[in-house]
Every structure is written in structure tokens, then in C-alpha cells.
């Protein structure tokens, strides 16, 4: 079955996310066996999971089963399975399905929503990293619309409709623009007996500015779009605690919300910590800058599970820095099969983008900055092209047309009680 | 907000599947309040409920929000609230969102799985009658292929790739027909290291033959294009109990799977047995020739629920006569209103649909009979144009064409664990 010969040595990848998926591929024409491991069966195309938590996006349309995708690769193995742990001296990953023995091993945990420990944040708040994440999410708030309905208590009726996003990067920003559009684009009208008034998007940044690593000016823009849609932009707002009808800010003011989104950070997956290596900031496993750890050169890591140990900053744990992780881990294994060190990693920043809703986006692309119409035009661009797999490029743009020509939001179902 | 006025009287209906949400529709000019209550707060068109569970499209595909629907329904108001009980004498409907009384009420249940008591066959085997059943056997479906690929065990694999279906009705006939395919034109490329004789599709009937309710030559022809998609059809197999790994069939006989379909019975939802009021075949309401429960004319009963006490046969448990129900008890309503007695209830049959996969169907249409090709046209055709909204015809469509040109089954993710 396999391109490669009975005795080419095995490469174990850990995870199918961006860097995962990445890595296999770039091994596809290489003398190696490939063995790719995740719980799930499918890729999750994580930039669009805001987009199913605000109802435009069906969870099938962002999601694809590995298999599909790398059925061509004919020195590829997957299993669906859950890693518990390696076993760094005998060279094995331990999983729920059984021991998978390795000669090179690639770490493509990705990340885990990072609560920072505030109080009651973690269970009572709403992540966003995975598809149960966003679908939670969106039964919340349909639900929390419906109970408003019911509700003669205008208090209760207001904090089932006050909806908290906590955090001004990239997610915080995009969520809080859908959500004010599904509000008052779609759900207006299937509320009519509600009182818009009653509802509140507040967005909460800890420090003075959204989107920290973009230019000033479009933090400035971000900040304006998002006040155009009536969400409230909070500086220097930091929860300090979260009950689920209360969140409560350092410095003592409360906000009753029956809804809290925490868009404020990432961290490691938590299997990052349990391998007994040695991690730094956000839980990250510390590697050398040719991505291996230290002592265990047959071991890579890539994406948000990686910090590569450099005396600079850690890497932005997003998209790009895993494909091209992923890219230069792949390569060096390849150095290494036939014998040769590998090159150090260096990442090329292609920009950030972020959406708030229609024809509004703030973009530094190429060292180039700009806004408003052609920055959701190139927002829409990257993401469709980036998408994996023609069907769910094509379902996903069906779905935006539609709703841009109909001002819908076409999956708001209440599902998974 | 109503187009009724204050003192129009008040109809409850209860329950938003084809019955309740015709009821409501047939309504719509009439002068009285509508109040529609449904534990979910979406519609669901069930028979395409076994594409979901065989992978073929997307549970949003075939759901679509109440209050979308409804949206230009001025007399009407929609509440998601989950009925608790209906108290007769004080006429009103108790929910876990508050009492609702009413003038009218029409309770359109709906149906749910009969296991006839089978032991373990609730328990272990999988319904389908709801979103969550489907969900649950797609997921169950490749689940058993992701572990098969990993058990060395020759016997044990066999059982994870043997799937039983258990009843030869339309929905075990369809739901055989769409596994075989699955399996046979979409699994055997995603798992090349399986061997596909280890795979078995089995349909058992406890009579002799399929289709009970069509023609003996269609049910000879729905069975010989199942056995043409390697289905196994047994006649005389009655399942006597299933644990989950091994089916006992009447006579002793047993059978190692790991997944169960019950597609062998439906009755009237639970709620209809806990009224008080008269039940019939199948825990069905006994209602009048008007659907009025005897000494209490204000109360409609419509649907799987219902059982016209009239010394007939009961009225099958399908959409059309839901929908014709629907639109005579909104008849009787606004007759009532006026002051003036109901008309009795009389059921045109439509025909009936089955389809088994591609290019091949039975139907019977106005009194003709056919097979294959032009079954299959007749059969896409009147489920797009059944299927409630455009988008979701859109979406459907799109899906079915997908499939079709390119052999595929793309909603194939194992979610929720």
C-alpha cells in the first residue's frame, strides 16, 4: 500500500489542525510513513467558527474529514484517536486505541481557549476553539432570545439579552461584529414583540486599544465600525470574576449578562504540559529554533503548542505560523532522513485580517494597511482560498451571498438541548 | 401587533412538525390568536431524516426556524416551551415556560419510535426520529469504521462492519438503500486498508415481505435493487432482543453487530398517553370524524397522534394525512367560530415514495405503479418541493447534485462525543 519501503523510517504527527495537516502533506513525496493522529475525523477550519457561533455557517460547511482530504497520499495513515501521552525513550505516542511507535514525532496540539483562572469564567463562560464551542454559543443566544419572549421581569428580560464578549483580539472583534449584525439584521425580525432597546453587545478589552497587533489607526477604525453597529467598546474593561448572570470587572462594576463569550485568550493544548517537557509562556513546549526539543531531536512541535526559545518574543498563535511550522518541520525531518541538520525556522508575517460584518474589515497586508469595502473583499478572498476542499468553498459562499442578499442568518437553530 | 382583535378568540397549537405548522398556516386569515408551541424551535422535515444519518446532508438542510417560516403571519405568536400537560376543564396547557390557556387547542404531537418492548432495543439500538437520532447513527456509522481500521481481532471487526436494520417500511427501505451506498461508494475509498466483505447491510422483516403498503410488485422490486446493493433482506426475521454486539432473532438465531437501526414502528409521542384522554392503536388519541375528542369539541387532535375512532382501519402515520388533517380541523375551527357544526374528515391518498439510492425508487402515484428511473425523478421532485423554504431547497439540491456527480457523501463527521 505504502509509497515507501518496509524499513522507511515513521513519522507521527499529533493532530490534524492547520500545522498537522500541513506537515502530512509535505511529507506526501518523501521516502517516509506517515501515521497522522486526532480525535476527531476532521479538519476544522477554525477562522469561520464565528461565524457558526452567530448562526451564518453550518458546522458541516467549515469542516472536512481528514480522510477526504488526503486520500491521495499513499504513504499515509490516519487513526481517529485520542493522544494521552509519549513515551519520549521508547519512542511511542500512547493513545485510547492503542501505542503507536515513532522514529520522528511532530506535536501539532493547537490550543485551548486560556481563561487566565478567573473566577468562574471557564464554567460559566462560553470558548471558542471547537464546533461544540460555537454550536453552544449559538443555542445560548437563540435560547436566551426565546426565554426573553416569555420573560415580564424587564431586569431578567435586559440580562437575557446583554451579551458580554470579553477580549479585543481578532475574535473578539469578529464575534462581537456578527453578533450585533445577527441581532439587528435578522433577529429584529423574528422578535417583533421584543424591544431592541433591551439589547446590549458590549466588547471588554483589558488594555486602551482593539486588535493589538495591527497599526493604531486600524484599531481606531475597528473600534468605530464596531460602535456604527451599536456594540458598546469597553477600554481598560478586565473581568475579574463571572457567575453566569453577573460579570464582575476589576474595580467593582458589575454587568448582569446571561451570556459571556471569552475571546481573551489562547494557551496550549493541555497535553502540551502532561509530556514532561519544558514548556514557557501560554503552556508552550520550548524548542530550538529548527522547531525540535531539546535532548529529543526526533521530536518537532509546530503552531500554538510551540515556542521556539530564542531570546525574542513568542510566536502569534494563528494560521500562518503553524502552515509555515509545519512547512520547515517537515523539511528538517526530510534533512534528517538522509542525514543532514536542519535550518532554522523564520517566519514571513503575512498580515492580519479582520472582519466586522458587511463590506466593513480592517487588513495590514504586506506591510500595507487599509479598511472598510476592499478590505472585506480581500478578507472574503483569503478565506474562501484558504478554505480546504471545493465543496466547502462553494457551500460557504452560497451561505455568505445569501445572507448578504437577504439580510438572513439562515442556521439559527436551537439544537443539543 | 394581531390582526385579530382583542376579543378573537385564542388557539393553542401544539407541536410544529407538518401538522401543527399547516394548522397554523390555514389559520392565518381566520379571525382568531394563534399560539404555536414547540419544544424546538425549528421544523424538521423527517423524511429526508435519514440522509443526515446516512451522511448525505447536513441536519441544517432540513430545518428551518419557526418563526422564519411564520414571519408575515400577523395573528400568530410562536413560543419554544416544552408541554408539560393540558388541563380539559380549565382549557389550558401547561409548559415548563407557564400555562397557556386556550378557546381551541390542537394537539399535533407528532410520533416517536416504537420499540414494542423489545428488550434492549431502546436502549442499545438507534431510532430515527429526531435530529439527535440522526446525528447519533452517523456518528455510530463511522465511528465502527474509524475502530474497525484499528481491531486486529477478526470477529470482533466483523461485528463493528455488520449493520442491522430492523423494519421494511419506507424508512428501513431507504435508510438500507442510502447505507449501502454510503458504504459502497463513499467508505471503501476512505478506508482502503478494510476488506469490504467484512462489511454487511442487513434488513430484516418480520414479514414476507417490504413495503406493506404498496403493490406486491414494487415490494419485489424495493427488494431486488436492495439485494443488488449487497443488502441482505431477510423475510420472517423478528428481532427478540439486542445488547448492543449480538441481535437474537425469533427462532434463536443470532446476529454480531454493533450497530442497530429501529426503523420497525412508530406510536403517538409519550405526552398523548398521559391526557387522560382515550387512547387507541399505537397510544393514538381517539378522536371523532371531526378530530374533536369526544365531549371535549374545543380540542383537535391531528397527526401521528390522532385515531379516527370510526370503525376503519387507523390512518397511516405519514405527512400527508398530518397536513390534510391539519387543514380540516382549521376548517372545523373557523366553522366553529361561526357558530356552525364540523365537517368530517376524509383522507385522499396521495400515493406513497420510497427511494434506494441512485436512480432507483418505487412509487405509486394516483393509483400508477413504477420503478427505477422515473420513481426516482418523481421522488426528487416532490421532496424538493416539499421541503419548506427556498434556501433549503437551495442547500438540498446542491448536496443531492454533489453526491450524485461525484460519488461522494461529504457531511461524513463524527461530532459530538
Chains 1, 2 share one sequence.
Not at 136 to 141: C, D, G, L, S, Y
Not at 293 to 321: K, L, N, R, S, T
Request: aromatic share 8%; net charge positive; proline share 5%.
Amino acid at each position: 500500500m505504502s509509497a515507501a519501503g518496509p524499513e522507511a523510517p515513521t513519522v507521527v504527527i499529533v493532530g490534524a489542525g492547520f500545522g498537522g495537516l500541513r506537515a502530512a502533506r509535505a511529507l506526501g513525496r518523501a521516502p517516509v510513513r506517515v501515521i497522522l493522529l486526532d480525535r476527531h475525523n476532521y479538519h476544522l477550519f477554525q477562522p469561520l467558527l464565528y461565524q457558526v457561533a452567530t448562526a451564518g455557517l453550518e458546522p458541516e460547511g467549515i469542516a472536512r474529514p481528514v480522510r477526504a482530504i488526503l486520500r491521495g497520499q499513499r504513504n499515509l495513515e490516519f487513526r481517529m484517536a485520542e493522544v494521552q501521552g509519549v513515551d519520549l525513550d521508547a519512542r511511542t505516542v500512547r493513545t485510547d486505541a492503542g501505542d503507536v511507535a515513532y522514529d520522528h514525532l511532530v506535536l501539532a496540539l493547537g490550543g485551548e481557549t486560556n481563561f487566565y483562572g478567573v473566577e468562574g469564567a471557564a464554567r460559566h463562560g462560553f470558548g471558542l476553539k471547537d464546533v461544540d464551542d460555537a454550536v453552544a454559543i449559538r443555542n445560548q443566544v437563540l435560547r436566551c432570545f426565546e426565554e426573553a419572549t416569555l420573560e415580564a421581569d424587564a431586569a431578567r428580560r435586559r440580562a437575557l439579552l446583554t451579551f458580554v464578549v470579553v477580549g479585543g483580539g481578532p475574535t473578539g472583534v469578529e464575534m462581537a461584529g456578527a453578533f450585533a449584525e445577527l441581532v439587528r439584521v435578522v433577529l429584529v425580525k423574528d422578535y417583533p414583540r421584543l424591544d431592541l432597546a433591551d439589547v446590549r453587545i458590549l466588547l471588554l478589552e483589558a488594555s486602551s486599544r482593539l486588535l493589538a497587533a495591527m497599526p493604531p489607526r486600524l484599531s481606531a477604525a475597528a473600534a468605530d465600525t464596531l460602535g456604527a453597529k451599536h456594540v458598546e467598546v469597553c477600554f481598560g474593561a478586565a473581568v475579574e470574576a463571572y457567575d453566569g448572570s453577573t460579570a464582575r470587572l476589576r474595580g467593582g462594576e458589575t454587568i448582569p449578562a446571561r451570556t459571556l463569550v471569552w475571546a481573551a485568550g489562547v494557551r496550549a493544548a493541555a497535553l502540551a504540559g502532561t509530556l514532561g517537557l519544558r514548556t514557557g509562556p501560554q503552556g508552550r513546549v520550548a524548542v530550538t529554533p529548527t522547531l525540535q526539543v531539546p535532548g529529543h531531536p526526533e521530536v518537532f512541535v509546530i503552531g500554538d503548542a510551540a515556542w521556539v526559545d530564542d531570546g525574542g518574543p513568542p510566536h502569534p498563535m494563528m494560521a500562518p505560523v503553524a502552515l509555515q511550522m509545519a512547512r520547515a518541520a517537515a523539511r528538517n525531518i526530510m534533512l534528517a532522513v538522509r542525514g543532514r541538520p536542519g535550518e532554522a525556522f523564520r517566519f514571513r508575517d503575512p498580515g492580519s485580517l479582520a472582519t466586522i460584518g458587511r463590506r466593513a474589515a480592517v487588513a495590514r497586508v504586506h506591510g500595507l494597511s487599509f479598511t472598510g469595502f476592499p478590505a472585506w473583499v480581500v478578507w472574503l478572498v483569503v478565506h474562501l482560498v484558504q478554505l480546504i476542499g471545493f465543496r466547502n468553498k462553494l457551500v460557504v459562499l452560497i451561505n455568505w451571498a445569501w445572507d448578504y442578499f437577504f439580510y438572513d442568518r439562515a442556521v439559527r437553530l436551537i439544537t443539543r438541548r
